[in-house]
């Protein structure tokens, strides 16, 4: 089970999970713990392959069975297990085609426009995210009204949405070399121990570590490069 703009959404065996740019997620197992294969490519990317109003668009749904976009995307994680990146860019271009070409379903419209105003409103100052009252006062409604109406149609409160572009932000900036108490004081977390709890929750390590492990990586980047 997972939350996302599409709202909550269950996904079984076999099934294919797609998350639009912009678009927060979470997820759950229902029952026995499971593993999944994930693929995430950069929107610019996405341009490149299928054009730049096609990557514009969202992905029209959430979870789904879809035998022929899942064979897309088992070839595309064999070839780039195997270093194959044209193979893989050749798979990921039909899959992007085929999804982001197709119109979106009679009666998917998404969000409403009163709780798009406030995930504008988030993604505009996710360090400082909007109160209750403030949420109240851009969707026009009762605090209570608007907060059960955000959740029906996002799938998780807004503090909840806050919090996950926040620390999705936060690994981003450490991916890119900023230290974590730059990321707590940039992102709005009450100190460095409250980004540290948040991050550790949601992807299992400290973002000291998360930092320290991209570094490598550049490193031996470099160093590959190099040769």
Known sequence: MSWSESGQVE???GDVIAVSPNEI???APIGAS???????????????????QAA???????????PSLLTHLEHALVALRAGEEAVAEEALTTLFSDVLLKKRPAGDRGPSRATTLVLERIRDRPDAPPSLDEVA????MHRTGALRRFRREVGATPHDYAM?????LARRALAAGSTPAEVALD???????????SFV???????????SANATIVQDGERGRGV
Not at 46 to 52: I, L
Not at 187 to 197: M, V, Y
Not at 201 to 211: A, E, K, M, S, V
Request: overall charge positive; some cysteine.
């Open 11 to 13: 996904a079984g065996q």
């Open 25 to 27: 997620h979470d997820g």
């Open 34 to 52: 499971r593993c999944w294969d994930m693929i995430f490519v950069e929107p610019t990317t996405v341009a490149r392959m299928a054009g730049t």
């Open 56 to 66: 514009g668009r969202e992905l029209g749904f959430a979870a789904r069975s879809a």
């Open 137 to 140: 006062g851009l969707m026009g």
């Open 164 to 168: 996950q572009m926040r620390l999705r």
């Open 187 to 197: 992102l709005g977390f009450a100190d460095q121990s409250h980004l540290t709890r």
């Open 201 to 211: 929750r949601q992807f299992g390590l400290p973002p000291g570590h998360y930092r």
